[in-house]
């Protein structure tokens, strides 16, 4: 009886976090390409970026010091511009709600000139 109990529970609480998972999972990746001046060897992405339904997400895993984001619309025009202090763990929200249909282009630009950026749709 205890392991019907204990597999019952195990099952219910997975299915649960995987219900969650499945709700929070709606970002679409942008692909960034570039490079930054980090100064040394990463492991992983210094910057991740995502698209949400309403929203831009802009993830930092390391120090980066001072950045400046930019989106720019397809026309050329700047639709949004930022400058950050990015520390590890940070995030930076750019709202994207009411934006026009269309590709928009994400630049992420450090003090020493590199940069990353990457594309993505609203539709």
């Known amino acids: 009886m205890k392991r019907i109990l204990v597999i019952t529970c195990f099952a219910c609480i997975s299915s649960f976090f995987s219900t969650n998972a499945s709700t929070n999972s709606h970002a679409a990746t942008i692909p960034l390409k570039g490079s930054l001046g980090t100064g040394g060897l990463v492991r992983r992405p210094s910057v991740e970026a995502y698209q949400y339904a309403t929203s831009v997400e802009v993830i930092f895993n390391i120090d980066l010091g001072s950045l400046t984001i930019e989106v720019i619309n397809e026309t050329g025009d700047t639709v949004f511009q930022s400058k950050v202090d990015a520390k590890a763990?940070?995030?930076?929200?750019?709202?994207?709600?009411?934006?026009?249909?269309?590709?928009?282009?994400?630049?992420?630009?450090?003090?020493?000139?590199?940069?990353?950026?990457?594309?993505?749709?609203?539709?």
């Not at 026009?100 to 992420?108: K, N, S, V």
């Open 89 to 123: 763990g940070g995030t930076l929200s750019i709202d994207t709600i009411g934006w026009e249909r269309g590709e928009y282009t994400l630049l992420i630009m450090d003090e020493q000139g590199g940069y990353l950026e990457g594309n993505f749709l609203i539709d």
